[in-house]
C-alpha cells in the first residue's frame, strides 16, 4: 500500500497545529519536514522548533529531510525531537548550477567523498534514526547504488528544491524503476520515496514504477477535503506499489 507523506510546508501556518492534525486524521501514513538552509537550497524554512511541534502533536513518523550543505550538524537536534528518519542530500559536495535569478540547484557527477557519506549515515543510525539519502533531478541515480545496502529510505526529488508548486519533472519515473529493480535483485529493503509536484494526476504512475511512499505539499494542502485526497490517491491506482 503506498503511504503519503503531507509537507507540513505546504500548510497554513497561521494554524500550523490544526493541519498537522487534521492531516493524521485524514489518513496520513507520515509527517514530511522540510528544513532548509538557505545555502544548500535558495530558501530558509524551519528547524528543531516547529518540527518539535509537530512531533508533539501527532503520532505518525516524521521524515526530517535536511537540504542542507552540513548535514552533520543537524542530527544530533533532530534525533532528540523524536523523528524516525534523516535523509540528507548525495550532493552535498556537489555544484551549484544556476536556475535563474535567485535559484539553483546543487549537482554531482560523481561522489568526492563516499567515506563522508557512509560517516553521516552511521551517525544518523547510531544516533537512533533511520538514514536516508536524497537525489536532486539532474543526478544520475546510478551514483547512489553503492549506498542503498546502508540505508532505509531514498528519496528522489521529482522538483528542484527550494520552493513549492514547480513542475513535475519526469526523468524520476526511471529513477524510481531502476532503483526498485536494484532493490529486487539485491534483496535490499529501502523504501523509495518520491517528493515534488505530487499528485492525484501523477501517484498511479509513481507507485507502478515502483515508489513506496509519495510527499504531498499544495496538492494535498489546497485539498477541500484532506481524507477524500489520500482516499482518491489510494484508490487509484496508487494503493499497491
Request: charged share 20%; net charge negative; glycine share 10%.
Amino acid at each position: 500500500m503506498i503511504k503519503i507523506a503531507p509537507s507540513i510546508l505546504a500548510a497554513d501556518f497561521n494554524h500550523l497545529g490544526e493541519e498537522i492534525k487534521a492531516a493524521e486524521t485524514a489518513g496520513a501514513d507520515m509527517i514530511h519536514l522540510d528544513i532548509m538552509d538557505g545555502h544548500f537550497v535558495p530558501n530558509l524554512s524551519f528547524g528543531e522548533a516547529i518540527s518539535a511541534m509537530s512531533k508533539a502533536v501527532c503520532t505518525l513518523p516524521h521524515d526530517a529531510h535536511l537540504m542542507v550543505t552540513d548535514p552533520e550538524y543537524y542530527i544530533g537536534s533532530f534525533a532528540k525531537i523524536g523523528v524516525e528518519y534523516i535523509t540528507f542530500h548525495l550532493e552535498i559536495e556537489g555544484i551549484r548550477q544556476d536556475l535563474g535569478p535567485g535559484r539553483w540547484v546543487y549537482v554531482t557527477e560523481k561522489i568526492a567523498n563516499p567515506e563522508r557519506m557512509r560517516k553521516i549515515i552511521s551517525a544518523i543510525r547510531k544516533a537512533g534514526c533511520k538514514p536516508g539519502l536524497s537525489l536532486n533531478p539532474p543526478t544520475q541515480i546510478e551514483l547512489v547504488f553503492p549506498f542503498l545496502s546502508e540505508i532505509d529510505l531514498l528519496l528522489l526529488m521529482s522538483v528542484n528544491p527550494g520552493f513549492a508548486g514547480q513542475k513535475f519533472i519526469d526523468n524520476v519515473y526511471d529513477k524510481i524503476s531502476a532503483a526498485a529493480g536494484l532493490r529486487k535483485d539485491k534483496g535490499l529493503n529501502f523504501e523509495i520515496m518520491v517528493d515534488g509536484g505530487v499528485g492525484l494526476n501523477n501517484s498511479a504512475r509513481l507507485a507502478a514504477a515502483g515508489a513506496d511512499i509519495l510527499v504531498t505539499g499544495s496538492s494535498f494542502y489546497k485539498a477541500p477535503d484532506y481524507g477524500e485526497f489520500i482516499r482518491k490517491i489510494k484508490g487509484s491506482g496508487g494503493g499497491s506499489s
